[in-house]
């Protein structure tokens, strides 16, 4: 097992400044050959798959921070970092890497020598210069302080000795006595100095200089220093705001004090992050990378320090699901819970995998039934972002927790039930609660997430238990406002609450199978739901409509026979009236949805609708859909008359297949062939008279032979009909079966003068004629089946 010394964490910082997990492996250094040089390699503990390949450049800078972390640019603007399990693994590592660019491992910060620009290539500044000479931290000298560490952000190899110098000489510390003293003299000018300069220090981008100004004893007094912003006036007030107005409350007593510092630590870092420094600009965005970093990490940290705490969230938990616990402090518990998880989404799939199974594990969701019920409206709305966290990672989680409570718990108390309740009685006019826990159920009611094994099919008992215990809590709302002819209320939320619900069910209709089946069939869903068509708001009207959409999209024959039974086309057909050929969203979703059943070509729905709806849509010029549907129509009763009339003609299908009849072409094709062998004849007279000859003796023989065979088959008048395997050996010679067929009706012996005209009419095919094949093999001519 590979040692967990150098088991690391990849992260890569992306646009919009956050930390983006690459995956778990583990970090080794060794010479590449294809790059020529000692390189960092981390490989996937999952599958041992090449995750990062950078050769240690000697130029490049890398920064050690807080022990176990390594971070470095990889070219322009592409920022990465390792993250070590233990501090150890980390020190190999950055020893390799100073041993490679020769420097000394006592530091955190290797050199960045980088190529300069043309114009950077004339400066008097070089590589091999001396360290820079700050001016002394005076008064007087706090304009040329400015100037020249503002002259110094132009190239990286300026900032790196900038920051060199800065952190050497202690110079953050004698900056801050300066500002004492402007704030005693109210020396407005050396204040607006200070903001410049401590400005242009966040810029270096500097780890190690913001581990000095974010420490407990000098953080406040660098807020103090960006209140003066010489472009505002009078100075904002920050520093009062974190110590007076932003309040720590502690849910409960934090013992640890390395996590209490942490926490403190990372709020007002943030608060400097988002409100204290100026918006960057374009030029300055990726300048504050390793700010957004140092946040990122601290969070990963303090999620860590929490969850590993298990006395803390023991406590934690005990109170928050305690009946006695009072409203204002469960709410406490439930805001800091909200915040812990919102840290959470920091950390990569596995560790946010085992984060969430901790919480679990101390009874999360047993807490959330008892918080999502609260008339409290904090602490509701916490609530459902913490579910709304939880389902979003892992949904598993909750229905397993909820099939769970199938057998011991009642219907009203289920955790899928309570969320229901609570979408249903949203008390907020615009839904924004109700919004978001659709959103949950959505997720925990989607197929395509959920698990099946051998043993175990989440699928098949979720979807069980929610038609069984839940869909009719789901459905009520709908029921009750479609109990008549006409929807009962029409207020915003009430029709707000009514879109979202058929929001799911149409979802269901169309991720679901046989269970919505047996519930709209069973609860005659669908007549419910389009008395919806006749409400004042279209959106509501739309959403009716977009459900029965769904249903006729499955083309499944049982919702067919539902809707014909039921005349559920009428609600449609009416409010397509009413909008009176209105362009509007209703009439093109109305039209769109016959058109689909043109397409599709759903026989029995065409049908219907012509029979029953065609007068309604006869005036419908604008679009060719209700035309066609009627043209489909007609062409679909032709063919049913035409099949009826063939089965009482009691004509064989063997007859009636296409198979076995000639295309008017391939007739035209044969005759000009055979015109053309005149021709051939007429060419070779020597031929033609013996074949002539031959031909005739063979026609004459065959239809003797004919004529006694019908005489000797033809039935009685009332008698039975003859089998036609019985008369495999009746003779059709000539192409043209109608011929034939008249012949054998009029019961009729060819003479020979018949049989010479026959035998012409038998050389050429005319229209409606039947192909007819000899078989001489045995000298004897094959018969076809004789037609009564």
């Not at 070089?126 to 040329?144: G, R, V």
């Not at 159920?441 to 989607?446: A, S």
């Amino acid at each position: 097992m590979t040692d967990t010394r150098r088991r690391v964490k990849l992260y890569a910082l992306n646009a919009d400044r956050q930390w983006d997990d690459r995956g778990t492996g583990h970090v080794s250094s060794s010479y590449v050959d294809r790059l020529k040089g000692i390189s960092l390699l981390v490989r996937a503990e999952s599958d041992c798959s090449l995750l990062l390949e950078s050769k240690i450049q000697p130029d490049t800078a890398y920064q050690k921070q807080q022990d176990t972390l390594i971070v470095w640019s990889e070219g322009d603007n592409f920022d990465l970092a390792l993250s070590f399990q233990e501090k150890l693994g980390c020190d190999e590592i950055w020893e390799k890497i100073c041993q490679v660019q020769g420097k000394d491992p006592s530091v955190e910060i290797t050199q960045d020598i980088v190529e300069e620009s043309e114009d950077e290539r004339f400066d008097d500044m070089s590589d091999s210069a001396p360290p820079i000479e700050l001016p002394s931290c005076e008064l007087s000298n706090l304009e040329d302080i400015s100037e020249l560490i503002t002259n110094w952000l132009i190239s990286p190899t300026r900032k790196e000795k900038l920051a060199a110098a800065i952190e050497s000489e202690g110079y953050i510390r004698k900056l801050i006595n300066l500002f004492h003293m402007c704030e005693d003299l109210e020396s407005t000018e050396g204040l607006h100095h200070l903001y410049d300069i401590f400005k242009n220090i966040f810029l270096l981008n500097k780890n190690v200089l913001f581990d000095v100004m974010f420490s407990d004893d000098l953080i406040f007094d660098i807020v103090g220093c960006l209140e003066y912003d010489p472009s505002s006036s009078p100075p904002k007030r920050h520093r009062e705001y974190l110590k007076q107005q932003a309040k720590f409350k502690e849910a409960i007593p934090i013992k640890n004090p390395e996590l209490l510092s942490k926490i403190h630590q990372t709020f007002r870092v943030q608060y400097i992050q988002d409100v204290v420094l100026p918006t960057p600009s374009v030029f300055e965005e990726n300048m504050l990378s390793t700010l957004s970093s140092f946040i990122f990490f601290n969070k990963v940290e303090i999620v860590s320090l929490v969850q590993d705490d298990e006395k803390f969230l023991t406590e934690l938990f005990t109170m928050l699901t305690d009946l006695s616990t009072p409203d204002s402090k469960r709410r406490e518990l439930v805001l800091f819970l909200k915040e812990f998880c919102n840290y959470a989404q920091n950390l990569q799939p596995q560790a946010k995998e085992s984060f969430y199974k901790t919480l679990t594990a101390f009874g999360i969701l047993p807490a959330l039934e008892i918080t999502l019920a609260m008339d409290d409206q904090k602490t509701k709305t916490a609530s459902i972002d913490i579910l709304t966290y939880i389902v979003e990672f892992s949904p598993s989680v909750v229905r397993e927790y909820t099939l769970q409570q199938a057998s011991n718990t009642d219907e009203d108390q289920m955790l899928l039930n309570i969320i229901i309740e609570q979408m249903i009685c949203d008390t907020d006019p615009e839904l924004g609660g109700a919004v978001q826990l659709m959103g949950v159920l959505r997720i925990l009611l989607d197929p395509e997430n959920m698990l099946a094994s051998v043993n175990k099919s989440e699928k098949t008992d979720f979807l069980n238990f929610f038609y069984k215990h839940s869909v009719q809590i789901l459905i009520e709302p709908l029921l009750e406002n479609t109990a008549h002819d006409k929807p009962q209320k029409e207020d915003y939320r009430s029709v707000q609450l009514l879109g979202l619900i058929l929001e799911l069910l149409s979802f269901c209709v169309e991720h679901h199978t046989y269970h919505i089946k047996n519930c709209i069939l069973n609860k005659d869903l669908l007549r419910k739901i389009l008395v919806l068509m006749k409400s004042t708001h279209k959106f509501l009207v739309l959403c009716a409509l977009r459900f029965m959409r769904k249903l006729i999209a499955l083309k499944d024959e049982f919702y067919n026979r539902y809707i014909i039974k039921g005349n559920l086309f009428a609600p449609v057909v009416d409010a397509f009236v009413r909008n009176n050929g209105r362009y509007n969203l209703l009439d093109s979703a109305i039209i769109e949805m016959f058109e689909f059943i043109k397409l599709e070509d759903i026989k029995t729905l065409c049908s219907h609708v012509v029979e029953n709806y065609s007068k309604c849509f006869d005036d419908v010029c604008y679009v060719q859909t209700f035309k066609a549907l009627k043209m489909k129509y007609d062409q679909h009763q032709d063919k049913l008359k035409d099949r009826e009339r063939n089965s009482l003609d009691g004509v064989p299908s063997i007859l009636r297949n296409s198979r076995y009849r000639r295309d008017q072409r391939q007739m035209e094709e044969e005759e000009e062939m055979w015109f053309n062998e005149d021709d051939d004849f007429d060419d070779n007279e020597a031929v033609l008279p013996a074949t002539n000859d031959m031909l005739t003796k063979k026609i004459d023989t065959d239809l003797d032979n004919l004529g006694k065979i019908i005489e000797k088959k033809q039935p009685e008048p009332n008698g039975p009909k003859p089998n036609n395997n019985a008369s495999q050996k009746a003779m059709v010679l000539n192409n043209n079966a109608n011929v034939m067929g008249s012949t054998t009706a009029a019961n009729v012996v060819p003479s020979t003068e018949n049989k010479s005209q026959l035998f012409k009419r038998g050389l050429v095919d005319y229209e409606g004629g039947d192909s007819d094949e000899e078989d001489e093999e045995s000298g004897e001519v094959t018969k076809r089946p004789r037609l009564s």
